[in-house]
T-cell receptor, first 114, second 117 residues
Framework: QQQVKQSPQSLIVQKGGIPIINCAYENTAFDYFPWYQQFPGKGPALLIAIRPDVSEKKEGRFTISFNKSAKQFSLHIMDSQPGDSATYFCAASRGGSTLGRLYFGRGTQLTVWP | DTGVSQDPRHKITKRGQNVTFRCDPISEHNRLYWYRQTLGQGPEFLTYFQNEAQLEKSRLLSDRFSAERPKGSFSTLEIQRTEQGDSAMYLC???????????????FGEGSWLTVV
């Protein structure tokens, strides 16, 4: 059973566009929602993360929007660049001793055309 | 380089053979995690340690899999009697104990690719 559902599976935008990736979860015990970026042949790298007590978080060109009542969160990439082409994973985790166990979505392969 | 280090990066083995992967976490991190990632999927949790204690194991970690962290520093993941379905990237990650709430995070290594032929 997929604990975190991610869409779309792939996304193609032109340089300067704003790709949006969506994720949904069911387990209300989740209280940490990170996004990871992964380039081919590399391990995932943390991009940005949010906790459910805020509805939006911005770091540079990356923004997470969080809707606690709908149990959904999304990643927006402003002014996307070809260097942003990668696979993006959303994830979720519970607090306390199980914080480290991340449940990942299946990923979105983003291509940004120059 | 002070990141999470994994070795070997690539391993090709025949079905039925045993393989072992090593992970060296960031030196001050007392939590160490193993994940498995197959093509087109997100990483799946296998197990994690706090110091030398293995605190949680996923049901994905069958009897053929064993992970150790004997001195609370590096860790090994051994797969016995490998099967073709074991072909995947095995990711190691580490973090301080008080990760997120203290502003820290979980850092992943580059992964160890396993191909079982």
């Amino acid at each position: 059973q997929q604990q975190v559902k991610q869409s779309p599976q792939s996304l193609i935008v032109q340089k300067g566009g704003i790709p949006i990736i969506n994720c949904a979860y069911e387990n209300t015990a989740f209280d940490y929602f990170p996004w990871y970026q992964q380039f081919p042949g590399k391990g995932p790298a943390l991009l940005i993360a949010i906790r459910p007590d805020v509805s939006e978080k911005k770091e540079g060109r990356f923004t997470i929007s969080f809707n606690k009542s709908a149990k959904q969160f999304s990643l927006h990439i402003m002014d996307s660049q070809p260097g942003d082409s990668a696979t993006y994973f959303c994830a979720a985790s519970r607090g306390g001793s199980t914080l480290g166990r991340l449940y990942f979505g299946r990923g979105t392969q983003l291509t940004v055309w120059p | 380089d002070t990141g999470v280090s994994q070795d070997p990066r690539h391993k090709i083995t025949k079905r039925g053979q045993n393989v072992t992967f090593r992970c060296d976490p960031i030196s001050e991190h007392n939590r160490l995690y193993w994940y498995r990632q197959t093509l087109g999927q997100g990483p799946e949790f296998l197990t994690y340690f706090q110091n030398e204690a293995q605190l949680e194991k996923s049901r994905l970690l069958s009897d053929r899999f064993s992970a150790e962290r004997p001195k609370g520093s590096f860790s090994t993941l051994e797969i016995q009697r490998t099967e073709q379905g074991d072909s995947a990237m095995y990711l190691c990650a580490s973090s301080p104990e008080r990760a997120v709430y203290s502003g820290n995070t979980i850092y992943f290594g580059e992964g160890s690719w396993l191909t079982v032929v």
